[in-house]
């Protein structure tokens, strides 16, 4: 009864019954993208998306193709209806979109994804590359991908966030 009475009320919360969702502001937001522009929007702080239309539209491009070409084919809910498959699937698909997202980086970095300056990108990127070592995709093969994870990785920032440190995650999930 606990558990419909919590997906009722998530549900109320983000139609999708996934996560992201946040109530900020005096409204409820969700869908990752559209969080960390509102806040990038809403708060001081370094930007998250450059002011130079060009790199803006590079941070956009890489956020959404991590998070729209990438990140939903291994998102738990369509791990868990494909079951047996589930690593050659997440695999298949992580080093798809790798493929496409390491000569674009290639292009873009600097000291981070667009750049010397943290952008929406690197939030993107980290988490994803997460997921790549979850499904043990061999991130040899993407050195730029690499580089920039590691870098971004010394910051306390990703760190603390990194979805390993997260209170809700599987102790075998921990790093």
Known sequence: M?????????????PMKQVPAVTIDGITLS?????IQ???ETRPGPRLLPADPKRRAQVRMISDLIASGIQPLQNLYVIQKIEAEKVQWAQHFINRGFEALEPILK???????????ISMADICLVP???NAQRFKVDINQFPTIKQLNQALMELEAFKVSHPSCQPDTPDDLRT
């Open 107 to 117: 292009q873009t970095a600097g000291k981070y994804c667009v750049g010397d300056e």
């Open 38 to 40: 509102y806040i990038d």
């Open 31 to 35: 869908q990752s993208l559209a969080i």
């Open 2 to 14: 606990k558990t419909v009475t919590l997906t009722d009320q998530f549900k109320a919360l983000n």
């Open 128 to 130: 994803q590359v997460y």
